[in-house]
């Protein structure tokens, strides 16, 4: 208070010996920000008494800027930090009262967002340190019931919590089943919007193939084939054979053996969306699966379908685990199998192929991976849904490297959060995962920063850059579905260097963002 009187009566002193000022300048104090004033005043100071001291002179140099030089622009005192949209959206923050968080929800209410935070407790300690006009919600991210109240009214989610103790039941809590259950929780609330608009929400995923009971197994083929004939090796092969059907077990099995050189087998079926679906509005598939751990090739074909001899095949290759996983595969990782013909349009596709081939075959880890014949397998198939596409992310997660963390709890810790960044990416909801190197406390934006995705990461990095990148993701569209790390520049050392990471230097000027994840690998 005192600096802003001392401030008044400067600008007021010199706005007397200089008239054309006050307007201006009584303006320039209206709209001033508290969070700004202290860093602006003494350039204001300074300003205003160089302006008086050239009075007394007989001519000075007219500075076509010396307007802007002093005064803040007519935009108002937030125009450095306001987002387009921002007014309009609504971030769900957990873990605010964190290291990340209670700089995330700072910059975004300065940015002109409104922040809804869930915290634990109702301990009044803990909601004194966030701004009073941020919306508090009680509740524990191992409680769907209260992560379904936290998620109304949201557009967007920024996950900072971490685990209090390395006990596992509180790291699988919250760094594992909390992702879950408000990622569930935020798409059934998308869902029930979209049903109450009679439509379907766009962060829905499109089933195309659930394999619940032996009549849905209708429509899919099994057929096989070789790359190429070899007279002498088919007389002491042991040939080939497949079949796909249902099982006591209530699978759905497709299994079989390839002993041929050369050979395939291939499941089939053709394509039949729901009125007015195309898959040019998704970015990707999803599988739901297990089996043995064999690697497959998933084949599209695209084209006329009334002409078969048009159409167009491309192939994209999957690896699988022992046991039951979920794979994504992006439209864009598909190749053509002539390369002369052009990159796959999604709108064209007709016909998906699971294909099985002994080549490229590597032994599956685990138990069953010892003594294994790799030209056999089994895969067991629950579904097979489209990825829906976006401009932006919905989900920031705030993950960690494990560097910095005691050896003896790293690997606890790093299962708990790589389970929970799983089940976001299965969840299909637009996401962002971000892995910082140890925390720092100290400012933002005073080091060039690496992106990463080479598990290279060694370095620390500050709290308030992690959360400037948080908010910075929220409509930045090369952010969407991408897992990166980031950390503080370094030089690395000698005979370490694989290839040059390329810094970027933090600065609310410009973009850093954009150009750091353009080059970066989506759907990891």
Request: aromatic share 8%.
């Amino acid at each position: 208070m005192l600096m802003q009187k001392a401030l008044v009566k400067d600008v007021e002193d010199a706005a007397k010996a200089s008239p054309e000022m006050k307007t201006s300048a009584m303006k320039t104090l209206v709209d001033a920000s508290p969070v700004g004033l202290g860093r602006r005043s003494r350039q204001i100071f300074d300003e205003a008494w160089r302006k008086f001291s050239e009075l007394g002179q007989i001519s000075r140099t007219i500075r076509t800027n010396d307007e802007n030089s002093l005064l803040i622009q007519e935009s108002g005192p937030m125009c450095e930090f306001a987002i387009p949209g921002a007014q309009n959206t609504t971030v769900l923050v957990i873990g605010a009262t964190s290291r990340v968080g209670r700089i995330v929800v700072r910059k975004l209410m300065l940015r002109g967002y409104s922040v809804k935070a869930l915290i634990r407790n109702a301990d009044q300690e803990v909601m004194d340190m966030l701004p009073t006009s941020v919306k508090i919600v009680i509740g524990d991210v191992g409680d769907p019931a209260a992560l379904r109240s936290a998620v109304e009214g949201c557009n967007k989610i920024i996950y900072c919590a971490t685990a209090r103790s390395s006990i596992t039941v509180d790291l699988n809590r919250v760094d594992h089943q909390g992702v879950y259950n408000l990622s569930k929780a935020f798409q059934d609330y998308n869902n029930k919007l979209a049903q109450l608009r009679a439509g379907k929400s766009s962060k829905s995923k499109l089933t195309l193939a659930k394999f619940k009971s032996a009549e849905t197994l209708k429509g899919w083929e099994v057929s096989k084939g070789t790359y190429f004939q070899d007279e002498a090796a088919a007389k002491y092969d042991g040939g080939m054979d497949a079949k796909f059907e249902f099982s006591e077990n209530g699978d759905a099995v497709f299994s079989g053996y390839v002993f041929t050189r050369g050979g395939y087998v291939d499941l089939s079926t053709k394509l039949s969306l729901p009125l007015g679906s195309t898959l040019d509005r998704y970015e990707g598939l999803i599988l739901s699966i297990g089996g043995n751990g064999r690697s497959y090739v998933l084949i599209l074909e695209s084209g006329p379908t009334a002409d078969g001899s048009q159409s167009k095949q491309y192939f994209s290759r999957i690896s699988t685990k022992v046991g039951f996983c979920r794979v994504r595969v992006p439209f864009s990782s598909f190749r053509p199998v002539n390369p002369a013909d052009p990159p796959l349009d999604p709108f064209l596709i007709h016909t998906l192929t699971i294909r099985f081939e002994p080549r490229r075959q590597r032994p599956a880890e685990g138990a069953v991976g010892n003594n294994q014949d790799l030209r056999s397998f089994q895969m067991i198939l629950e579904y097979i849904k489209a990825l829906p596409t976006g401009q932006e992310t919905d989900f920031i997660l705030v993950s960690c490297t494990g560097s910095g963390i005691e050896a003896n709890r790293r690997e606890q810790v790093l299962k708990a959060k790589k389970a929970g960044e799983d089940s976001l990416r299965r969840s299909g909801i637009g996401y962002t995962i971000i892995r910082p190197g140890p925390l720092m406390e100290e400012p933002g934006g005073q080091r060039a920063l690496i992106f990463d995705q080479g598990n290279r990461i060694s370095q620390g990095i500050s709290c308030a850059d992690v959360a400037d990148i948080c908010v910075k993701a929220l409509h930045d569209s090369t952010a969407r579905n991408k897992s990166f790390d980031v950390c503080y520049e370094y030089v690395a050392e000698p005979g370490k260097e694989l290839y040059e990471l390329v810094a970027h230097l933090p600065d609310k000027a410009n973009n850093y963002l954009t150009p750091a994840l353009s080059a970066l690998e989506k759907n990891t």
